[in-house]
């Protein structure tokens, strides 16, 4: 036998035995109800990229303390704080670190000194967590608080953070952001039926003034910057704004055809926060391989129905669960399938699905996959227990666009609510002030 055959036996008796290995592990990945190994699922090893979030980390939450459906914002050098959570499905969990950056108008970072916007370390570890209790899925869930004893912050602003294994600190696995605000400038605003277009059924406009009261205003075009975000749809956020008057201290960025949005639809939901009774918005649920599986009912487009009012929580979800504490860490997992049926798949686009369940992202996370046996798009997410919010929007995959319309159709009637916040920077300035902020809607 020559030496060059020598080493492609070499070769791939290495590799049966690289697969030997990871099937070992495999089957020690995944377990049933009674703790035995569950050898129909395959565990496959998950390499992370910056601003990816870990295929092991779910349910990641971050909101004003006191209220999980409350928009991550406090004002500066209160009491307030803000919460971040997640829960970690991997076996053993990890140590989870934080890193803190402050970020201009656009979310770009700003250019300054860690030390100028915060008080303590920019890295700190996340102390507190505990062990799931009674559920299939075993977990880790993870609580921080900002600020801290670690952390204080110094100045208002847009802010991300981001969270990293602590041995790994060069990998960023995911990221949130949050506003801390200086309430000096006011915000006027309500939202009316656009007075002009062939769409004043299917759109609603902001009418926006802003007073910046006691800041000093050299050039109101570069010395501010207001941002108009749809809560129902982030996607549709209009940034960087100048206003169409100025009077005084007066600011008017009301015009016929400015600040005009697709209202949208009231957002689908289902519930299965008893997930072993079936409940409104799902089809059936089953238990097998140690795990619970809920088909959500197939429910197909509503582009030509008339508005029907339904009450929703914007897109968000709460975790709950009946008969339990705490559902912090006694809710259970499950692989939850949507199905959206449609008569063939679309060309050139990508349909996902939307909401805060999926990080309001229309990436290969959320997208939808086409069933053209069933006729019908599919995605199956693993999700907490608990109330969910979400509805289907259209990617174009040349442009980027969404269009949350399509499948879901738009109305005036629709209850939305905006954000509109108000930047500050001067002349000489380094960073962006958040010195406004206000939530506003038609419900």
Not at 83 to 93: A, K, N, R, V
Request: net charge negative; proline share 5%.
């Amino acid at each position: 036998m020559s030496h060059k055959s020598n080493i492609s036996i070499s070769i791939i008796a290495t590799y049966a035995l690289v697969v030997t290995l990871y099937a070992l592990v495999a089957s020690q990945k995944c377990y049933g109800d009674n703790r035995t190994p569950n050898k129909n699922v395959l565990y496959i090893p998950h390499f992370f990229q910056t601003n990816t979030q870990s295929s092991s980390i779910k349910t990641v939450r971050i909101y004003k303390t006191g209220w999980e459906l409350a928009e991550p914002i406090i004002e500066l050098n209160s009491n307030e704080s803000i919460t971040l959570t997640f829960d970690d499905l991997s076996e053993f969990g990890a140590n989870y670190s934080y890193r803190i950056i402050h970020c201009a108008w656009d979310w770009t970072p700003s250019d300054i000194h860690y030390s100028d916007f915060m008080e303590g370390f920019q890295e700190n570890t996340i102390p507190n967590y505990s062990s799931s209790m009674g559920t299939t899925i075993p977990y880790n869930h993870y609580t921080l608080t900002i600020p801290n004893n670690d952390v204080k912050l110094k100045v208002s602003g847009n802010y991300k953070l981001q969270i990293f294994d602590t041995y790994t600190p060069e990998v960023t696995l995911f990221e949130r952001e949050f506003m801390v605000v200086e309430p000096i400038a006011s915000i006027f605003a309500n939202i009316t039926r656009p007075g002009t277009g062939k769409q004043i059924t299917k759109e609603q406009q902001v009418n926006l003034k802003v007073s910046t009261n006691t800041l000093r205003i050299d050039d109101p075009f570069s010395d501010i910057r207001v941002t108009v975000k749809p809560l129902a749809i982030p996607a549709y956020e209009k940034r960087g704004l100048l206003p169409l008057f100025v009077r005084g201290t007066e600011l008017d960025y009301t015009h016929p055809d400015s600040l005009i949005f697709e209202a949208g639809n009231e957002f689908r939901s289902f519930n299965n926060k008893n997930i072993r009774t079936y409940a409104p918005g799902t089809a059936s649920i089953t238990y097998r391989a140690g795990e619970f599986y809920t088909i959500l009912k197939s429910e197909g487009s509503r582009q030509t129905a008339d508005y029907s009012f339904q009450s929703d929580i914007n897109g968000k979800y709460a975790v709950d669960c009946d008969g339990v504490s705490n559902p912090a860490t006694e809710a259970d997992y499950s692989r939850v399938l949507f199905q959206l049926p449609y008569y063939d798949e679309l060309p050139g686009k990508t349909v996902h699905v939307y909401g805060e369940l999926t990080n309001w992202q229309t990436n290969q996370q959320s997208q939808m996959q086409y069933n053209k046996g069933l006729g019908r798009y599919e995605l199956e997410l693993q999700l907490k227990q608990g109330y969910y919010n979400f509805i289907f929007v259209v990617k174009d995959n040349a442009t980027g666009k969404v269009d949350a319309t399509f499948f879901e159709g738009s109305h005036f009637a629709t209850e939305n609510r905006y954000i509109i916040t108000v930047y500050y920077m001067p002349m000489g300035s380094r960073y962006h002030r958040l010195v406004g902020v206000r939530n506003v809607g038609r419900d």
